[in-house]
Each structure stands twice: as C-alpha cells, then as structure tokens.
C-alpha cells in the first residue's frame, strides 16, 4: 500500500472505545515479511519511529537479539553465526 493510500488509523482499545490516530503508522507482521502503512508521515518521521523502536528494544533487553537479527538481515551473519 503506498502511504497516500491510507485516510486513517483507528485504535480499538480493550475496553472497546476507540482512539481515531491523526499521525502514525502501523507495522504489520505477516510472518517473515513486515508491512508498513504510514498516515501524514513526514521523511524524517520513519527515521524518528526507528529511533523510538531501537530504544524500546534496548529498554526491553533485547539488544544481543537485535544484533543477531540485524546482522543475519543485513547479509553480515556467517553460516556458523545462524545455528
């Protein structure tokens, strides 16, 4: 989906109310593959929503995950490194 496409993002939330989003995205994940749909974003916005994505892995400890990830994503990982 090209990011013009999207009129709007709706939250449903647990208690049922929902919460209409005027600026974001959402990352879908469909197995291995991740879909992005942006909503009025801006170029340096995709890197500031990165930014904010690495510091909540770091927060949540997953910083050795991230690297394996990355480095196996980025055609860095050895076979050695991937078992």
């Given at each position: 989906?090209?990011?013009?496409?999207?009129?709007?993002?709706?939250?449903?939330?647990?208690?049922?109310?929902?919460?209409?989003?005027?600026?974001?995205?959402?990352?879908?994940?469909?197995?291995?593959?991740?879909?992005?749909?942006?909503?009025?974003?801006?170029?340096?916005?995709?890197?500031?929503?990165?930014?904010?994505?690495?510091?909540?892995?770091?927060?949540?400890?997953?910083?050795?995950e991230f690297e394996k990830l990355f480095a196996y994503?980025?055609?860095?990982?050895?076979?050695?490194?991937?078992?």
């Open positions: 989906m090209e990011p013009g496409d999207v009129t709007g993002i709706t939250l449903k939330m647990e208690d049922g109310t929902l919460k209409e989003v005027n600026k974001g995205l959402v990352l879908q994940m469909i197995g291995d593959d991740m879909h992005v749909d942006l909503l009025h974003f801006a170029p340096l916005d995709i890197i500031r929503a990165g930014v904010g994505i690495i510091s909540t892995i770091q927060q949540m400890g997953l910083q050795v994503y980025a055609g860095l990982a050895t076979d050695q490194e991937e078992e």
